[in-house]
């Protein structure tokens, strides 16, 4: 069974950092790529940045590049997501997602498994 | 980026009516649509991808339908685990992958 399990989420100040996690299980982590994908309280689904299988590729939405770094650990088989200059749009629920294709943005690709996301909240 | 624009915003039913949902690309993007259901406080879930293909275990009721900028979502006989968000997402040009607004189907 699949199964994809977010933490690190938390209260930050704005121009904070932070480093999310999630644990994959259930299939062969570097036979699929990963993305992050965030919600902000009452609104809809924007996808934040991807990672190929074995990591050597990486993407992201142009209002994270630069402040955003996905990485993968293979050996514990964990997706990372570092956010750093945090501001307060980037208040979210953060869900990992599992993609179908080994690259992060093949055409055709999908999410087929989520996890339960972690919640990031930027204030003073 | 490819805009995706759902409608309606929000539509009210009830169990037993069909209910179509609409989405709408900035460009065409052929048949690279997926669409994802959330329940309040939970994970989207993937329900239809390549606009028409049913993901393992999701009920026949829900169909997808269209190409190039029209795609269509349908639930046949809405049930009362249907009542959630519907979202749809392109998949033809990344990055980024972009998601419609939104339907949120209640009674």
């Known amino acids: 069974e699949v199964q994809l399990l977010e933490s690190g989420g938390g209260l930050v100040q704005p121009g904070g950092s932070l480093r999310l996690s999630c644990a994959a299980s259930?299939?062969?982590?570097?036979?699929?790529?990963m993305s992050w994908v965030r919600q902000a309280p009452g609104k809809g689904l924007e996808w934040v940045a991807g990672?190929?299988?074995?990591?050597?590729?990486?993407k992201y939405a142009d209002a994270v590049k630069g402040r955003f770094t996905i990485s993968r650990d293979s050996s514990t088989d964990t997706l990372h997501l570092h956010l750093s200059s945090l501001r307060a749009d980037d208040t979210a629920i953060y869900y990992c997602?599992?993609?179908?294709?080994?690259?992060?943005?093949?055409?055709?690709?999908?999410?087929?498994?989520w996890g339960q996301g972690t919640l990031v909240s930027v204030s003073s | 980026d490819i805009q995706m624009t759902q409608s309606p915003s929000s539509l009210s039913a009830s169990v037993g009516d069909r209910v179509t949902i609409t989405c709408r690309a900035s460009?065409?993007?052929?048949?690279?649509l997926n669409w994802y259901q959330q329940k309040a406080g939970r994970a989207p879930k993937l329900l239809i991808y390549?606009?028409?293909r049913l993901q393992d275990g999701v009920p026949s009721r829900f169909s997808g339908s269209g190409s190039g900028t029209e795609f269509s979502l349908s639930i046949s006989s809405l049930q009362p685990d249907d009542f959630a968000t519907y979202y749809c997402?392109?998949?033809?040009?990344?990055?980024?992958?972009?998601f419609g607004q939104g339907t949120k189907v209640e009674i």
């Open positions: 997402q392109q998949s033809y040009i990344s990055p980024p992958w972009t």
């Open positions: 390549d606009a028409s």
């Open positions: 259930g299939f062969k982590f570097t036979d699929y790529a």
């Open positions: 460009q065409d993007i052929v048949d690279s």
């Open positions: 990672i190929s299988g074995h990591g050597g590729s990486t």
């Open positions: 997602a599992k993609d179908i294709t080994v690259m992060p943005t093949i055409r055709g690709a999908y999410f087929d498994y």
